[in-house]
Antibody, heavy 118, light 110 residues
Framework: EVQLEESGGGLVQPGGSLRLSCAAS????????MHWVRQAPGKGLVWVSR????????QYADSVKGRFTISRDNAKNTLYLQMNSLRADDTAVYYC???????????WGQGTLVSVSS | QSALTQPPSASGSPGQSVAISCTGT?????????VSWYQQHPGKAPKLMIY???KRPSGVPDRFSGSKSGNTASLTVSGLQAEDEADYYC??????????FGTGTRVTVL
């Protein structure tokens, strides 16, 4: 069974940093592109970032480019999102997701909440 | 990367059909056959319902179907059931390994 479990969320002050992790199990992690998607409270889904199977290629939404860094450790079956210079509008539940079909994410974690506030 | 445009709400009685539109531009929906649809129940993670415009993952009922014409994609739910009441989001590939979601549509089963 495919499982994705996010962790690392919490309360952080504006300008601060946080690193999210997503532990993957039940599949060959190194064979799949992976994504981060976020959802502000009561709002819609927003795509954040995508990473290639071997970590050699990454892409970001304009809203996080230069502040967030996606990475992966295939030996540890873990996806990461390093978030720097956090702003109030980064407050959201952050989901990791597996791209099981090209350009579509068919497995999602339950999300981890990031709150940016003073 | 502007969000794709969806109607805020849609509704139908049990057994009826409801269609949800997803309007983008010639740079996203109109340029790629990589439109996906997701269902999200309150407090839950999204679930993939349609990928590549009109393909269903295994386990998704054939009551769910997708299509695209020009810059607009559509999701149709036929034979509405109570459990179909949820938020629905479209998503499109926009090139250069980037994506965009739609604004979301809340479907209510009357």
């Amino acid at each position: 069974e495919v499982q994705l479990e996010e962790s690392g969320g919490g309360l952080v002050q504006p300008g601060g940093s946080l690193r999210l992790s997503c532990a993957a199990s039940g599949f060959t992690f190194s064979s799949y592109w992976m994504h981060w998607v976020r959802q502000a409270p009561g709002k819609g889904l927003v795509w954040v970032s995508r990473i290639k199977t071997d970590g050699s290629f990454t892409q970001y939404a304009d809203s996080v480019k230069g502040r967030f860094t996606i990475s992966r450790d295939n030996a540890k079956n873990t996806l990461y999102l390093q978030m720097n210079s956090l702003r109030a509008d980064d407050t959201a539940v952050y989901y990791c997701a597996r791209e099981g079909y090209y350009a579509a994410t068919e497995s999602w974690g339950q999300g981890t909440l990031v709150s940016v506030s003073s | 990367q502007s969000a794709l445009t969806q109607p805020p709400s849609a509704s139908g009685s049990p057994g009826q059909s409801v269609a949800i539109s997803c309007t983008g531009t010639s740079s996203d929906v109109g340029n790629y056959d990589y439109v996906s649809w997701y269902q999200q129940h309150p407090g839950k993670a999204p679930k993939l319902m349609i990928y590549e415009v009109n393909k269903r993952p295994s386990g998704v009922p054939d009551r769910f179907s997708g299509s695209k014409s020009g810059n607009t994609a559509s999701l149709t739910v036929s034979g509405l059931q109570a459990e179909d009441e949820a938020d629905y989001y479209c998503s499109s590939y926009v090139g250069n390994s980037a994506f965009v979601f739609g604004t979301g549509t809340r479907v209510t089963v009357l």
